[in-house]
């Protein structure tokens, strides 16, 4: 495998279920990122990873739990969510994330439908 | 108003043509990345540039950082080119943040 991988690709969830997304790179990058795309609305960076440590929770509820047990790995759990939470989730890693021009490489993808 | 607008924000073309997408940004930036995402939803790297141009097979991309304005070329442009361009500013050091900003994107199908 190279590059950004997630799974699942397609997750379809009730709103009393609990989930987990995950995503891994390939890259030895030491920064990961997950974001959520809206149907007709730019990518939204939900948090932000460095070395392992959350560097950025922008505002997300708190029914997005992430999770980043090594710097390839990155979860994001997911409880009681809302039909608005459907959405495209993408992961992101990048080499650093503060100190540089860090350009950043994304995964395909998991388009979560909440019912 | 956003911090980085792309135009147009769909663009259909015939097989062949010459396309070019604009984006403008109207903040201090390190760099500007562009992005393609296919219908998918997976999003490529196309190019991240600070100064100049760069190419890249058919694919050209420059950027005037006194204009604050980056351009994005198709040329010979093909229906496997259809997809979503999204420009994507990374706020230079003085700004206190690291965060991209992204442009709504510039959906482009190119017609057989």
């Known amino acids: 495998e190279t590059g950004v991988t997630q799974t699942p690709r397609h997750l379809v969830m009730g709103m009393t279920n609990k989930k987990s997304l995950k995503c891994e790179q390939h890259l030895g990058h030491n920064a990961m990122y997950w974001y959520k795309q809206s149907a007709k609305k730019p990518l939204e960076l939900m948090f932000v990873y460095n070395f392992k440590e959350q560097t950025e929770n922008n505002s997300v509820p708190s029914r997005f739990s992430p999770e980043c047990p090594n710097s390839s790995h990155l979860f994001l759990h997911l409880h009681t969510l809302q039909p608005e939470d459907s959405a495209l989730y993408l992961c992101?890693?990048?080499?650093?994330?503060?100190?540089?021009?860090?350009?950043?490489?994304f995964g395909p993808g998991t388009r979560l439908t909440v019912t | 108003k956003n911090e980085v607008e792309q135009s147009p924000q769909n663009l259909t073309a015939q097989e062949g043509e010459f396309i070019t997408i604009n984006c403008s940004y109207s903040v201090g930036i390190s760099a500007l990345h562009w992005l393609q995402q296919h219908p998918g939803g997976g999003i490529v790297s196309l190019f991240m540039l600070s100064s100049g141009k760069k190419k890249h097979g058919r694919l050209i991309a420059t950027i005037n950082i006194q204009e604050k304005h980056s351009s994005l070329h198709i040329t010979a442009s093909h229906p496997r080119d259809s997809a979503v361009y999204i420009c994507?500013?990374?706020?230079?050091?003085?700004?206190?943040?690291?965060?991209?900003?992204f442009g709504t994107g510039t959906r482009l199908k190119v017609l057989a």
């Open positions: 994507a500013a990374l706020p230079g050091p003085t700004s206190g943040t690291y965060k991209y900003i």
């Open positions: 992101a890693s990048s080499q650093g994330w503060t100190g540089g021009i860090y350009e950043q490489y």
